[in-house]
């Protein structure tokens, strides 16, 4: 698939259906995922598949009833390794830069997933202790996205989005 078509037809999907997704497939997309860009190339990722479908039901629970996310065959929670990036970067490192180079990881992951007809939703809105708690993460460890991931069984429509003309600015503010 072109990039540009990637970027531009990639929807936020929450429905799946329930066949499970190749091996294959599955690492050809954490491949994507690792070749994003990072601070120092520190690469502070980390990323817990999940397929259990009593611990995918804890997580959602976690992310405050989103009961999609068990729904999806596999599920990836992105954490980010603070310390890592706090021993080169210090404090930009643990608040800016892990996060930043996790999320870069974390689009690279959806857009490898679209490409190859797998539907994904970046999940934010979830606690965070119990996530953390359910995953046994060390301290440090922060999760940052949880991704449910299967192919998907709905067609969103297109999202709007803000016009170039209200987001870039020529020369300053
Ligand atoms: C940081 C972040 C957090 C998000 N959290 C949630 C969430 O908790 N639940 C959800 O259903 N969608 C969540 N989304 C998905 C957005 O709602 C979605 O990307 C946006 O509405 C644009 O739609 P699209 O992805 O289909 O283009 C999140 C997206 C981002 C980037």
Redesign the pocket.
């Known amino acids: 698939m072109e990039l540009f078509e990637a970027l531009n037809k ?3 999907i ?1 429905k799946y259906r329930r066949d499970p997704i190749p091996k294959e497939k599955l690492s050809r997309i954490l491949e994507a995922a690792i070749q994003a860009p990072s601070a120092g190339n520190l690469q502070p990722w980390r990323f817990i598949i999940l397929t259990d479908t009593q611990r995918k039901m804890a997580i959602a629970e976690a ?1 405050l009833g ?1 009961l999609m996310i068990a729904d999806a065959p596999v599920v990836i929670v992105v954490c980010t390794d603070q310390r890592r990036s706090e021993r080169y970067y210090g404090e930009r490192g643990v608040n800016l830069f892990c996060i930043q180079d996790t999320a870069a990881a974390v689009q690279n992951l959806m857009l490898a997933a679209f490409a190859l007809e797998l539907g994904t ?6 606690d965070e202790r119990k996530v953390s708690s359910i995953l046994h993460a060390p301290d440090g460890m922060r999760p940052v ?1 949880i991704i449910p991931l299967g192919y998907p069984a709905e067609h ?1 429509t297109p ?1 709007s989005r803000r016009p170039l003309s209200e987001v870039v600015q020529e020369e300053s503010f």
């Open positions: 990639r929807r936020s929450r992310a989103q939703c970046w999940v934010g809105s979830f996205a969103p999202t």
